[in-house]
């Protein structure tokens, strides 16, 4: 009878511990995130939730069992702000992989590829003499920025580079509406990166971004130090789901 006892506490054992190992895999846990409140970033439309990184970040969170705290930006400086002032886990806004924003910044395995390129309106036949072909076209001409673009030292360097002066302006306004303001010519030229300039078209078919003012550059997200296993899922995450053809899908739907 006392055998049959220690083995009746042997298999509820096993049992329990069966439990806890097959229950390993599944992480309650909330993933702060901070994001850019727009389209590429996220966005919320009625009852539903979109946005190019938002759909990515969601595809993280499913994967491995996270509960989504969204915390929505209004601009890239008050979201690397409040993400190296320890608000979030994974800062999911794309930005360039730089000497400068790497001393501020641990940044995640790169997402795509982008490079600097202006943003004009397109001319017809007749008005060609209009849009700007080269760098060298843009001598003493206003080129506009949002005011916390992380571009703005990339066109301070193209400036010393090229030997052509022209100045740069920091509007409040963000590239979507900056964006519109190119195609009702209210100004003459933006600076964006080569993704954003492909969405922004779609929105504004009258566009012209084939002047490159930079080369490619790996764009990606900023991971908190405090959480290496999960930046070390993020970054295997990114690697594998970029060959995806669900990351296709969110692609063209927002740059195609």
Wanted: glycine share 4%; with cysteine; hydrophobic share 40%.
């Amino acid at each position: 009878m006392r055998y049959k006892n220690y083995f009746l506490i042997i298999i509820l054992l096993l049992s329990i511990a069966s439990c806890n190992f097959f229950h390993s895999g599944k992480n309650d846990r909330v993933l702060n995130v901070i994001m850019l409140k727009s389209t590429l970033g996220c966005i919320y439309k009625d009852t539903t939730t979109a946005g190019f990184q938002y759909e990515i970040i969601k595809e993280f969170a499913d994967s491995f069992d996270y509960k989504l705290n969204i915390i929505l930006a209004e601009n890239t400086e008050s979201a690397i702000k409040q993400f190296t002032g320890g608000k979030g886990d994974i800062l999911a806004c794309a930005l360039p992989v730089t000497t400068a924003m790497k001393q501020k910044i641990t940044f995640s395995t790169p997402l795509y590829t982008a490079k600097l390129v202006l943003i004009q309106k397109k001319r017809s036949k007749k008005d060609n003499a209009l849009l700007a072909k080269n760098i060298f076209d843009l001598e003493e001409k206003n080129i506009y920025v949002p005011e916390n673009s992380p571009y703005i030292k990339q066109l301070e360097y193209v400036m010393e580079e090229s030997g052509t002066k022209f100045n740069i302006i920091k509007s409040s306004q963000n590239m979507e509406k900056l964006a519109e303001q190119v195609s009702s010519e209210k100004i003459a030229y933006l600076a964006v990166n080569s993704l954003t300039a492909a969405y922004l078209s779609n929105k504004n078919p009258d566009l012209d971004y084939s002047i490159s003012l930079g080369l490619n550059q790996f764009m990606a997200w900023g991971i908190s130090k405090k959480e290496p296993q999960m930046g070390e899922q993020l970054n295997i995450f990114i690697e594998n789901f970029v060959k995806t053809e669900k990351y296709r899908e969110i692609y063209v739907k927002y740059f195609s």
